[in-house]
């Protein structure tokens, strides 16, 4: 009794374990098909159909197995392995897709929206600093340049008031009823001269001003320039970086892990390494589970399946033995018959053809008396 609990309840865990593996293997397979094939029900029938035959395979391999190689032959036995050994692969594969999609750099993402908002928060801050500094030096050229117009008109302005003062009080000065004599122009022409001279310093400085602010401006915009094209570079070392060894962009728990381990065995594995091996481990175990699940409970139950499968036979074999001598009695009825039916006819056709010959000779008879 409690063996045959302990068989069943073998067998059982070992279905359960086997339908389990099973479904999470054809889940991780749809999944990762979804992103190949459409429409999804190609995707859900392929994925079905395929984990549905690695099973089957895997059970008929090992129930043939069971039986003669004469029921297992050669060819047969490499085909299958050719198939299982190609679903198994396929399987394995997705389990690495699906695996690798979680666990490799799971923030990575973020953690480049964050480096590439810093680069273009430390460009703005720069670039207003440039802007503040320029602006400080607008500033100052700006009091340089106004303290040097007040200066050249203050030089000038002495001179011009003098001469305006001057040209005033020879304006009193009237000689026959003309007061522009010759004094009065000569003092006009020195202040017309005086004027034209101020006039052209002032021009002078202003063109001399407007070139030193469009330089300043020109090297405000040259910095810009460089800035922005040093922002595009860095946002470009950003977007091609892989962050492969970042702690902040893997997985805290594996960052956790493989400091431990460096610490107890100095040896340094890389989030991308453990995150392969990982996804393999998982993937075989996950496989090897399915074969090895349904391959003993396959195994276990092969003597009653043979004989299942061998009275299942017999059966059948009667049952075609029967309905063949039924077949062949029924056959031999029907040509018997037609022998029958042939020599009735053949009877008929002779009493015919003798009725038809003596016919003319009994008319004969009453004639010749």
Known sequence: MRTNLFFTGSWAGQLLVGCGLFLCSFLIE????????????????????????????VIWHYYLGYLSAEAYPLSVRIT?????????????????????????RPNLARIRKQRLAAVMASSRDQADRIRARYAGRRKLLLE??????????????????????????????????VFRGPRY??????????????????????????????AMEARLDQELASLRAETARQRQQVLRADFATDPEVNDPRIVALLTTVDAIFHHR?????????????????????????????????????????????????????AEGAV???????????????????????????????????????????
């Not at 050719?82 to 490799?104: E, I, K, Q, V």
Request: aromatic share 8%; proline share 2%.
């Open 30 to 57: 749809y999944r990762i098909l979804l992103h190949f094939l459409s429409p999804a029900l190609l995707a859900l029938f392929l994925s079905l159909t395929l984990e549905g035959g690695k099973v089957a395979a």
């Open 80 to 104: 299958s392995f050719l198939f299982r050994f190609g679903l198994f692969a396929l399987s394995m594969l997705c389990s690495m897709l699906f695996f690798t999609a979680h666990l490799d």
């Open 144 to 177: 340089r340049q106004q303290r040097e117009i007040a200066a050249i008109t203050g030089r000038h302005a002495g001179e011009i008031a003098t001469l305006e003062t001057m040209l005033r009080r020879e304006m009193d000065n009237v000689v026959n009823g």
């Open 185 to 214: 122009r000569e003092i006009d022409r020195r202040l017309q001269g005086e004027k034209e001279l101020l006039a052209r310093e002032l021009d002078t400085a202003r063109q001399r001003h407007l070139r030193a602010a469009n």
């Open 269 to 321: 594995w890389q989030p991308l390494q453990f995150v392969f091996f990982f996804s393999i481990l998982i993937s075989l175990l996950m496989e090897a589970g399915i074969m090895l699940a349904f391959a003993t409970i396959t195994m276990a139950i092969a003597p009653v399946l043979h004989a299942l499968h061998v009275k299942e036979l017999e059966k059948e074999t009667v049952r075609a033995r």
């Open 327 to 369: 077949e062949q009695e029924t056959i031999r009825h029907r040509a018997a018959m037609e022998q029958v039916r042939r020599a009735g006819d053949r009877i008929m056709e002779e009493a015919g053809i003798a009725a038809r010959g003596a016919g003319p000779d009994r008319d004969a008879g009453p004639a010749a008396g």
